[in-house]
């Protein structure tokens, strides 16, 4: 019985040990097509040259029929 308990407890810290361990996720460079789209927004944060109707076409702003701009209290 003590042998069992022992073998119990013993299997139980080494799967928590194993299961601690370190995975990184792997980082990627964007895609050509990517760093297109990071560009134009880039471009349109920095220098807001950009209309209206011309920012309107530019992802994320694309692909939704209403943009909502909200702002908080700073704390």
């Known amino acids: 019985m ?7 407890i013993l299997l139980s810290f080494c799967s928590i040990v194993l299961a601690q361990g370190n995975k990184k996720a792997r980082i ?6 990517e760093g297109s ?6 471009d ?5 040259n ?13 692909t939704y029929k209403k943009v909502v701009l909200i702002s908080f209290e700073p704390q």
Not at 37 to 42: A, H, N, P, S, V
Not at 44 to 48: F, Q
Request: with cysteine.
């Open 37 to 42: 789209i990071l560009e134009q927004r880039w």
């Open 28 to 33: 990627y460079p964007p895609t050509e097509e």
């Open 2 to 8: 003590k042998r069992l308990k022992l073998l119990l």
């Open 44 to 48: 349109c944060m920095l220098r807001n």
């Open 50 to 62: 950009y209309t209206v109707s011309e920012r309107l076409k530019i992802f994320p702003f694309s």
